[in-house]
């Protein structure tokens, strides 16, 4: 692929990021927003929507200190995820508690046998002058990214914005045809070297500690609508559980969503909570 044309790729992506975003709060949210069942996890926490068919998936997330996590958790990822009957696809920013900066990447996961299929499919860094390469670069901590996932005409597309620094990453395009269906939207926290696979190791916080803000979170279905996670369709809380025979230790929680639906904090949980769980919003 020609420079060139990851310029224009980048250029349209950005574009395509600011309208639909736009398209996605300018919504209201409807009175009657569906709340569907907790969702629990071995290795992330956030939020999910189903009940619909999604091709657009956007949110934005502040880039905390990893540092500050450093003997809590070996490593953590900001994410955004699209899933189907036959594909996990995982848009993310990932980082070391030893280190100080978040490394992009696009992982699309066998939804059945769990098996990596591909990794930052045709993946593209650029600077912001506009010059792109395949050399991947990493996003420091402090700044805020925006994800963007989309899936049309048969090929999924991802794009991570960085607002302070003016770099982009971008994967594009992965076919999977025009069959697919997209049922599943998720925007969280991951601890896990996937989706499925729990942390090495993971030890409570004295107290709630925040670990992520996410903010402008907006869908689309395949409809054209747009709205956000606070809709007709029915949006799920995603706890982050240890379990042992009966007892379900809770690692991580998100906040009640904010915003009109368009935003809400993850948390690690302090030792001894052992059910549905509220984190401090603030």
Not at 53 to 78: H, I, K
Not at 117 to 143: H, M, R, T
Not at 224 to 250: C, E, N, Q
Request: aromatic content about 12%; hydrophobic content about 40%.
């Amino acid at each position: 692929m020609s420079i060139s044309s990851l310029r224009w790729r980048a250029a349209s992506a950005l574009i395509t990021l600011g309208a639909a975003a736009a398209a996605a709060l300018a919504v209201a949210v409807p009175a009657g927003a569906s709340t569907g069942p907790r969702y629990t996890s071995v290795e992330q926490t956030g939020y999910a929507a189903t009940g619909a068919q999604f091709d657009y998936l956007t949110a934005s997330v502040y880039l905390r200190n990893p540092a500050q996590y450093a003997g809590l958790v070996g490593q953590y990822s900001q994410t955004i995820q699209l899933w189907s009957s036959g594909l996990v696809a995982v848009l993310g920013a990932s980082a070391s508690t030893s280190g100080s900066s978040y490394t992009p990447y696009v992982h699309i996961f066998d939804a059945s046998s769990h098996q990596l299929l591909a990794s930052d499919p045709n993946a593209y860094w650029c600077d912001p002058e506009g010059n792109c390469g395949p050399a991947i670069g990493s996003f420091a901590a402090g700044d805020t990214l925006r994800f963007q996932a989309e899936f049309n005409d048969g090929d999924l597309s991802f794009v991570v914005v960085d607002h302070n620094a003016g770099t982009v990453f971008g994967a594009a395009p992965y076919t999977v045809g025009t069959g697919a269906s997209f049922t599943q939207a998720r925007v969280g926290t991951e601890f896990g070297s996937d989706t499925w696979t729990a942390p090495p190791s993971y030890t409570h916080p004295a107290a709630w500690t925040k670990i992520a803000v996410y903010t402008k979170v907006g869908l689309q279905t395949y409809n054209g609508k747009s709205s956000s996670l606070a809709s007709w369709f029915p949006h799920h809380k995603i706890f982050m559980v240890g379990v042992t025979g009966s007892l379900i230790d809770v690692q991580a929680a998100p906040t009640d969503l904010a915003g009109g639906g368009t935003s809400f904090q993850d948390w690690l949980a302090p030792a001894g909570v052992n059910g549905p769980a509220q984190p401090p919003q603030g």
